[in-house]
């Protein structure tokens, strides 16, 4: 497989999403992993229909491997986890524990987690979801307050992208969960956070510098 990695984002997003965009997993991944890669942006106007033979809901972020291309933040994060042991380990019982939780943070936390954030702007009071999103991160404060890592007694692809979902503000300020909260200090204080986050917040900063020269 070739190293010539591309991470697709939106040139510019307003103040609400900087540091949120999901191009953060993948950037993240590739520090962590330490594979080289670059950034290339789609424009935020038109979004909804530019894009679409790249990703058909016309979001962000894509992913291109050389020749190879794929969607879904997910995808590309297994993809990532492939080419470096430093995201999922390559004994069975260790792969498989990441691919678990993968698949969990994705279909059993973000799943009812995004819904929940998504009413909650949009100013509904009482959206029904209170109690499933409780419950969730009710199981996982259990998980967490037994376990430093999620699978596999290390740092894994698994808790960069879990520690991402649980990141969210109106996820982290919900309720009170200790053993969550230090893991989620603990995933975004680690140098390839910080620096895939800096680059993110820097990158959206220069498109609002390009825009007021344009404007
Ligand atoms: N399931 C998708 C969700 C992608 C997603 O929600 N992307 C957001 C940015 S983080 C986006 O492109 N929003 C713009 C829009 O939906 O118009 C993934 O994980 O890649």
Known sequence: MSNDLTIWTLDWVPEGPRGFVRDLRLRWACEE????YTVRTVPFEGRETN????QPFGQVPYLDDGEL???ESGAGLLHLARKSENLMPRDP???AE?????????NSVEMVTVPWWF??????KDNGLDGWVQSRLDHLETVLSEREWLAADRFTAADL???????IPKVRSYGDRPATERYVARMTDRPSFRKAHFDQ???FAAADAQRSVAG
Request: proline letters at 0%; aromatic letters at 6%; charged letters at 15%.
């Open 33 to 36: 992993a330490g594979l080289a």
């Open 51 to 54: 894009h679409l033979s790249r």
């Open 69 to 71: 291309k794929m969607f």
């Open 93 to 95: 019982a260790g792969e």
């Open 98 to 106: 990441t691919l678990q939780w993968i698949i969990a943070a994705l």
């Open 119 to 124: 009413l909650g702007l949009s100013g509904v």
């Open 161 to 167: 992208l879990t520690a991402d979902i649980l990141r």
């Open 201 to 203: 917040l820097a990158h």
